[in-house]
């Protein structure tokens, strides 16, 4: 989650922030693109380098969008020199080590025994520690991280850099009309994950001893609301439809801005899982013990 072909650090570092501060970021790009090599470079690829065939006649034209998510488009193998399309593409992947998938499936086991001691909390069940809340509230990274571990494929450069020196067009082809629903109830299924899957961890915060809405579940609120918000605002930014793949410049840097605050956040509340007495700083009763409320 969060891994990007830019080449400069500060533009990488952006990524990873926005995509801590922006959920449907990270995951419709982990759920909706596919393991295709030339799909996966085509998510990070402007819309300059796209044309397509207009609806009232068959002239070429420019994309004025990116041929993903919603508007998604297939390439034209019949129309596009293909083996120098994919030729060029290969420059830019590269299959990720033993190790690297190693250690992703090493974070999905950290995640998955945080949630199954965040449910087992919930019962009573020594209730005078402080659940795993980092673990569940990062449970919806699983699926890109699934996907680094059994696709393998990564974008490792900027496709951008490469087709700019080749000047390359890519001809797409619009889907069939099912192909089109289709994708528009996918990229909706996202969102909505999106927006409302991280608040199931709030429900549960809610339910662990001291049962009631109190100084932890009012903590997670702040994350689950910054994700769900901001989540909102990149899927109706999508469906606008975006030039690039950051898209709305103001966006983009709001949503790395709140990756950075949400970054701060998890790191503040891991300090106050570990050291529970802390939550007393909050001055509110219940905040200050987990046992005999």
């Not at 109830?185 to 996202?190: A, D, P, Q, Y």
């Amino acid at each position: 989650m969060g891994a990007s072909p830019k080449e400069k650090f500060a533009e990488k570092l952006a990524w990873v922030l926005r995509c801590l501060g922006c959920p449907f970021t990270g995951l419709l790009y982990s759920c909706n693109v596919g393991k295709d090599e030339v799909k996966l470079c085509i998510y990070w690829l402007s819309s300059k380098y796209f044309s397509s065939t207009g609806q009232r006649n068959q002239q070429l034209q420019q994309l004025k969008h990116r041929p993903v998510g919603v508007y998604a488009m297939s390439v034209d193998k019949e129309r596009n020199e293909f083996s120098n399309i994919v030729k060029y593409i290969n420059r830019c992947t590269a299959r990720a080590s033993v190790l690297d998938r190693m250690s992703s499936l090493v974070s999905t086991y950290y995640i998955l025994v945080g949630i199954i001691a965040a449910i087992s909390r919930t019962t009573g069940i020594n209730n005078c520690e402080d659940w795993p809340f980092i673990p569940l509230l990062l449970s919806w990274t699983i699926p890109a991280i699934l996907k680094r571990v059994i696709s393998g494929t990564l974008v490792v450069k900027d496709p951008n850099c490469e087709f700019e020196l080749q000047d390359i067009q890519i001809i797409m082809k619009p889907g069939s009309e099912s192909y089109r629903k289709h994708k528009l109830f996918s990229v909706t299924l996202v969102a909505f994950v999106s927006i409302v899957y991280p608040w199931l961890t709030v429900f549960l915060a809610i339910y662990t001893p001291p049962i009631g809405y109190y100084c932890r579940s009012q903590y997670l609120t702040i994350i689950c609301s910054i994700w769900s918000i901001n989540s909102a605002l990149a899927y109706i930014n999508h469906l606008i439809k975006e030039h690039d793949v950051e898209g709305n410049e103001f966006l983009h840097a709001w949503f790395s801005i709140w990756g950075f605050i949400v970054a701060i956040l998890l790191l503040f509340l891991a300090l106050l899982t570990n050291n529970i007495e802390w939550w007393s700083i909050l001055h509110e009763e219940h905040c200050r013990t987990t046992c005999e409320i």
